[in-house]
């Protein structure tokens, strides 16, 4: 908000806020966006501070916790991800989604220092996924 003296005013104090309810979807997927970029831009940090603001304890938009997620493992903030991860777990029902969960929680245990686990589990991905590659595909090229 712009003042008659030209100073700009946020429109939203979020020191004493908390948490920043967004009022439409279209915020939502701008908040989205924004931290697509920072990840891009390699600003995890700012990332999750933006997540952070509007990501709830009892939050169950998916699409908003699966970037909180990836941005806390490239920060290094493993356990946190693995918490995330833990209520993705509950709340994504998509049978699509288990393969990069198990690859997301796998890093998040390799940041967390738990090594053994996170080989299990990337082992697990790697076998997941080699199940569901093995698809045959008509070969291109010369033919005898």
Sequence with gaps: MVHRDGAQQPTTDVSSAGNV????????DLV??????????????????????????????????RILAYALISEGLGDQALRILDRLDTLDDEPSSRTHLMLLRSHALRRAGRMDEARAV??????????????????????D
């Design 21 to 28: 309810c967004l009022s439409s979807w279209q915020e939502r």
């Design 32 to 65: 989205c966006a924004l931290s697509y970029l920072h990840l891009a831009c390699g600003q995890g940090a700012q990332c999750v501070a933006l997540l952070q603001l509007i990501v709830r304890d009892n939050s169950q938009d998916v699409d908003l916790l």
């Design 122 to 143: 990337f082992q697990d991905y790697v076998s997941l996924r080699v199940g569901t590659v093995l698809i045959k595909q008509p070969s291109e090229g010369l033919h």
